[in-house]
Nanobody
Framework: QVQLMESGGGLAQPGGSLRLSCAAS????????RSWYRQAPGKQRELVAS???????NYADSVKGRFTISRDDARNTVDLQMNSLKPEDTAVYFC?????????WGQGTQVTVSS
């Protein structure tokens, strides 16, 4: 059984920082893509950042230069460092892992950026 759990969300000031972490339990054979999505009220779920198994990263234009996706195999986590936060970053953030055949999603963690 595979389970993903996001943590690190909360309230931040504009210009502040948060670090999200996605902890994976259970066996996932040959993870192809690690990624973070977000969904704001009234909007479609959008891809924020992704990383391939060989370390190639992609970011949404809206977060380039501010967010960084990384992996920590020792902790079995996928992290998202979010700097220079803006109110428009407010959303529920979801972790997604895929092995090329199956998708695994976390429950999501709320990020609110407000003064």
């Amino acid at each position: 059984q595979v389970q993903l759990m996001e943590s690190g969300g909360g309230l931040a000031q504009p210009g502040g920082s948060l670090r999200l972490s996605c902890a994976a339990s259970g066996s996932i054979f040959r993870i192809n893509v690690r990624s973070w999505y977000r969904q704001a009220p009234g909007k479609q779920r959008e891809l924020v950042a992704s990383m391939t198994s060989i370390g190639i990263t992609n970011y949404a234009d809206s977060v380039k230069g501010r967010f960084t996706i990384s992996r920590d195999d020792a902790r079995n986590t996928v992290d998202l460092q979010m700097n220079s936060l803006k109110p428009e970053d407010t959303a529920v953030y979801f972790c997604r892992l895929t092995d090329g055949r199956n998708d695994y999603w976390g429950q999501g963690t709320q990020v609110t950026v407000s003064s």
